[in-house]
């Protein structure tokens, strides 16, 4: 039944001119409002086989990844640096390399995408003004690298 939808809505895409990949897998909500995130507000450059990838599984192709952690600590220390702390330990925002989240959907890669993207309470805006999606997953990349939490309460771990 789900192949006969998808088939259906994939060629009714290209009817119109979307590419069946057009079609995520995934729906990503505001870590507050829980509405779906609009993202049309994302900054140009983010849209990578890689995050395509993450739109289908809700799994960042970037953890473990050397070269992405690399990055993802480059952007990490400066955007996020400021407030999180250097070894994100928390300063005015969380610490982020234990296990306490203050949103509990932070403990899966797409729970924690939807914060950065659209922020959070207090401080924490939308990062969709300073970073692209490609970016983010980068940044995520690093967070996930530096976890010292217990590896069983890390979902993105999970199969």
């Not at 039944?1 to 995934?26: E, K, V, W």
């Not at 590896?151 to 199969?159: Q, R, S, T, V």
Request: aromatic letters at 10%; one cysteine or more.
């Amino acid at each position: 039944m789900r192949l006969n939808i998808y088939l259906g809505g994939a060629i009714a895409a290209l009817a119109i001119g979307l590419a069946p990949s057009a079609y995520a897998d995934i729906t990503l909500r505001n870590a507050i409002t829980g509405e779906t995130l609009d993202m049309s507000f994302a900054k140009k450059g983010g849209n990578t086989e890689q995050f395509k990838q993450f739109m289908q599984t809700g799994k960042n192709p970037y953890n473990g990844n050397e070269a992405a952690v690399k990055k993802g600590e480059s952007l990490y220390m400066t955007g996020c640096s400021g407030c999180h702390g250097h070894e994100a330990e928390g300063k005015l925002g969380p610490g982020l390399a234990d296990d306490y989240w203050t949103y509990p959907r932070n403990a899966t890669d797409q729970g924690l995408f939807e914060l950065l993207f659209g922020g959070a309470n207090g401080m924490m805006g939308p990062q969709y003004v300073n970073f692209n999606t490609d970016e983010m997953l980068h940044i995520m990349a690093f967070i996930r690298h530096i976890y010292k939490g217990d590896p069983k309460k890390a979902d993105w771990l999970k199969p």
